[in-house]
């Protein structure tokens, strides 16, 4: 599907179609125009190729199912590739492709992309900004990206913290969700530090596409990406945390149970040596022949084991 947005007069103006994306790409020398490509078939690639002028590799590159970001210019185009975490606790990252031109702004998705919606209806307030010039809106999606990745990596402390104290208190399923969250942020940290670079480039400017009234604001969004990266360690120290705090748990917890049976052998070793020695095969032994034998000896080993278990109790070994 293609979307195509542009200004009618003051106002934010959207059309669906290749006929309004064909008409947007004749007018480019004009006025300015944005296209969406929402997971465009192949007629639609054919006229982002024709009339649009686009790459064939650039577009079989954004329509590739993984892609880390990157950053090429090529023929008085600037090709941008940025990544979006998905919502919720999944691994993977949704990639958003920008192709900028003079004039004409062309973001291509693989297919449907929400996360996208609240950055549209930012846009559409301010029509007279954004779409008088392209490089505005790559701002815009670069910014709002980065947005959505310092919300997951929040999400991620704020899980790392909940995931030490189900360590401590030794909660099913820690181990579990602690080593996908370590994936999750290794998967980050991957495509961040592309992404770093991708919007240190741009933040550099010398491109004929950026003017240089816009170099303050992709600065200021590759500061943010470096303050996003820079978030991640306190993610890797809180997984560090909640990982030492499920081994400081499970070693007291082997501790006290070697002390428990440390302190039962204790108690039993007495009455196993009272029980050997009248085990002997010996003729003359103390009550042996008695008919109270049995009863003194048996009240001898429980008071033995009482003795033992009140001197374990006041070590606090039980």
């Not at 309004?20 to 054919?46: G, L, V, Y």
């Not at 670069?142 to 919300?151: K, M, Q, R, V």
């Not at 991957?190 to 170099?215: K, N, T, Y």
Request: aromatic share 6%; net charge negative; with cysteine.
């Amino acid at each position: 599907m293609l979307r195509v947005h542009h200004r009618d007069g003051a106002e934010w103006r959207t059309e669906e179609g290749l006929a309004a994306a064909a008409t947007a790409a004749a007018a480019r020398d004009r006025e300015s125009a944005w296209i969406e490509a929402i997971a465009p078939d192949a007629t639609e690639q054919e006229l982002l190729r024709g009339a649009c002028g686009l790459p064939s590799d650039w577009i079989a590159a954004a329509l590739e199912p993984e892609h880390p970001p990157r950053l090429v210019e090529r023929e008085g185009l600037l090709f941008a590739i940025a990544h979006a975490p998905n919502p919720g606790l999944e691994v993977a990252t949704r990639k958003v492709s920008l192709i900028l031109g003079p004039r004409l702004l062309v973001s291509i998705v693989r297919l449907p992309m929400p996360l996208l919606d609240p950055l549209h209806e930012v846009l559409r307030a301010n029509p007279a900004w954004y779409l008088a010039a392209p490089e505005r809106i790559v701002h815009a999606v670069l910014h709002h990206l980065a947005d959505i990745f310092e919300e997951r990596i929040d999400e991620s402390i704020d899980l790392a913290e909940e995931l030490e104290d189900g360590a401590l208190d030794r909660e099913k399923g820690v181990l579990r969700r602690l080593h996908h969250l370590r994936r999750r942020t290794a998967a980050f940290a991957r495509v961040l530090r592309s992404q770093r670079d991708v919007c240190q480039a741009l933040a550099r400017g010398g491109h004929p596409l950026l003017s240089r009234e816009i170099e303050p604001y992709l600065r200021d969004v590759a500061d943010h990406m470096l303050r996003i990266y820079d978030l991640l360690e306190a993610v890797r120290d809180g997984i560090l945390a909640a990982r030492d705090g499920h081994l400081t748990a499970m070693n007291h917890e082997l501790n006290v149970t070697m002390r428990t049976l440390t302190a039962v052998a204790t108690m039993l070793l007495p009455l196993s040596l009272i029980a050997a020695i009248y085990g002997m095969n010996f003729e003359h032994l103390p009550l042996s022949r008695s008919p109270w034998g049995l009863p003194v000896l048996l009240g001898v080993m429980v008071a033995v084991a009482f003795a033992v278990w009140r001197w374990l109790h006041r070590q606090h070994w039980l």
